[in-house]
């Protein structure tokens, strides 16, 4: 017969052989950070992620940054619940002109407020040059300042790249100095990008924002629903658009619903996609533009804008609903330089 002590010790034993294997089978999660001081490159930080890092932080200084540094891929593998770029303690601003592309590969991914990539690229997916990549979605958080962001991939050489549910939001601090795009970047003869549902929340400025992706040079972008807010205090410096864009001869962008609300402002807001240098832009079913109460806009179209020789820029049905203050309304699409852009249907509804 077991004493009581024994049974007491028999127990703590078994207790403690399940804890092992519970922590064998699932192993912690703890949170990384990597400081510039500890590394030669950003390459060298990213590198030295480990297994089930959780959010990894990574600190920045200027010089820091080496040529290897100049494409940045974020691995999928390592467990990653976010990944957040800032500068290191006691910095306020660094600007790292040689950055020119982050793939995030579909790990939620944030700019953080005094870091500044001029000539950066920001992708929320996976960056493609042969094959396909699927991801379900992904998140982009811009706070600090950067030349081109978009939701989704980057696609080149015929590859693929898909992100399902792609987003993008820039903060209150946050500056895109060019386009922040809701889907992918499409580059190249029989390049892809694609998005089911599109979210663009702009709380700061961006010169351009659009709510679909980009074609470029023979790229094809395709979204099933695009869906651009402009917060009150937000400002599109030249334009926004509901959809997306193509850039060259036998690039296309396809819509198939668009939607944007203007709560801030815009110098021009388009309810359509735009196209340029050649590019082919299509809204198959509808696009909608709402200028709440609190937006601004100099001039308002509804449909898109064809610019250059042999683009062409068309849009089913364009809906539009003005509560704020417009300088001027155009009930169709807008061209430029012997491009072609059209509106079939347009309908001004009154203010709700």
Known sequence: ??????????????????????????????????????????????????????????RLWRSIFEE???????????????????????IE?????????????????????????????IYGGACVSEGEAHLER?????????????????????????VDEPSVVVSETGSVYFEAF??????????RVASVNTNVQINGTADYVLGGGFGEDGGISECE?????????????VALFSGGSASGKGSTSIVENAKALLYGSAASAFSGDFA????ITKMNQSSRLEILTTGTAEYVYMGSLASDP???????????MNCGAVTEIYKKSQSADNAEARTVITAHFPCQ
């Not at 100049?70 to 999928?76: D, G, N, S, V």
């Not at 629903?225 to 410096?237: H, I, K």
């Not at 683009?311 to 539009?320: F, I």
């Open 1 to 58: 017969m077991k004493t009581g002590t024994k049974i007491l010790r028999d127990l703590f034993c078994s207790l403690f052989v399940i804890s092992l294997l519970l922590l064998t089978v699932i192993p912690s999660e703890a949170d990384f950070t990597a400081c510039a001081g500890d590394y030669g490159s950003i390459t060298e930080m990213i590198n030295a992620i480990p297994e089930n890092a959780g959010l990894v932080t990574l």
């Open 68 to 90: 290897s540094d100049a494409i940045l891929e974020i691995p999928a593998d390592r467990g990653i619940t976010g990944i957040i770029f800032e500068p290191d303690e006691g």
């Open 93 to 121: 601003h660094i600007a790292l002109p040689g950055l020119f592309r982050i793939c995030a590969n579909g790990i939620p991914l944030t700019l953080s407020e005094g870091l500044v990539f001029e000539n950066g690229n």
């Open 138 to 162: 992904s998140e982009v958080t811009v706070k600090g300042e950067v030349a081109f962001v978009f939701g989704g991939g980057f696609a080149e050489n015929g590859a693929l790249s898909v």
């Open 182 to 191: 809701g889907s992918g970047h499409a580059y190249g003869s029989g390049s």
């Open 225 to 237: 629903q695009t869906f651009v807010t402009m917060a009150e205090n937000a400002r599109a410096g």
């Open 276 to 279: 340029l240098n050649g590019g």
């Open 310 to 320: 042999g683009s062409d820029a068309w849009v089913n049905t364009s809906e539009l």
